[in-house]
């Protein structure tokens, strides 16, 4: 079993509709979460960090299961500009472990 | 958020030669700066950690004596790919580790912009 898993995709939806992205992680000792975002052949960029409370950032809702260690990402109001691939995140203090990402496409 | 360079952005070599990436906070101090390889359409993998001042802690299955990582100073860290072969061939990326000036760890990483090394 992979350490973090995720559905690659692609999704693959139109400018302005809300998509989900969810995550599952193995070690329950995980203590830091993020999504980045990462386009193609370029490196990720940090969209956002994840905490058990849940956080919004703009059109983006991160939540965090951690007794079902699940993760998830909502984009609302999608734009072409978000078409990437959303990759999810967990660590510890040292190590971060990466999903293969789910690729989203966004059409007009 | 905090930048990294990376440098070069692209390299192409002959089998058998060695390659140096480097990879730089540019506007603030890592001690620690991690590299990883991706393989297309596959995750990032952990290579190694690298500690400003010590050995670098390399990943299970990655060859130290292959990959050789140097960090001399607080801003710089250095990944050699000694006698590269075509299997070599990956995108590379450094990212380093920021401490917010509370101290409180968040684990965040920055990425460099990567280096796509070719080996022919």
């Given at each position: ?108 | ?24 906070s540019?506007d603030f101090q890592a001690t ?20 400003e ?20 100073s607080l801003t ?20 380093a580790?920021?401490i ?21």
């Amino acid at each position: 079993r992979k350490e973090v898993e995720q559905d690659p995709g692609p999704f693959n939806v139109p400018e302005g509709a809300t998509v989900a992205f969810n995550c599952t992680y193995s070690n329950s000792a995980s203590q830091s979460f993020f999504w980045y975002r990462q386009d193609c052949r370029k490196e990720p960029k940090l969209l956002m960090s994840v905490y058990s409370s849940g956080n919004e950032d703009g059109r983006f809702t991160a939540q965090l299961n951690r007794a079902s260690q699940y993760i998830s990402l909502l984009i609302r109001d999608s734009k072409l500009s978000d078409s990437a691939t959303y990759l999810c995140v967990v660590g510890g203090f040292q190590k971060l472990v990466f999903g293969t990402g789910t690729r989203l496409l966004v059409s007009p | 958020g905090a930048v990294v360079s990376q440098h070069p952005s692209r390299v192409i070599c002959k089998s058998g030669t060695s390659v140096k990436i480097e990879c730089r906070s540019l506007d603030f101090q890592a001690t620690t700066m991690f590299w990883y390889r991706q393989f297309p359409k596959q995750s990032l993998m952990l290579m190694a950690t690298s500690n400003e001042g010590s050995k670098a802690t390399y990943e299970q299955g990655v060859e130290k004596d292959k990959f050789l990582i140097n960090h001399a100073s607080l801003t710089l860290s250095t990944l050699t790919v000694t006698s590269a072969h075509p299997e070599d061939s990956s995108f590379y990326i450094c990212s380093a580790r920021v401490i917010p000036p509370t101290g409180t760890e968040t684990g965040e990483q920055y990425f460099g912009p990567g280096t796509r090394l070719t080996v022919t």
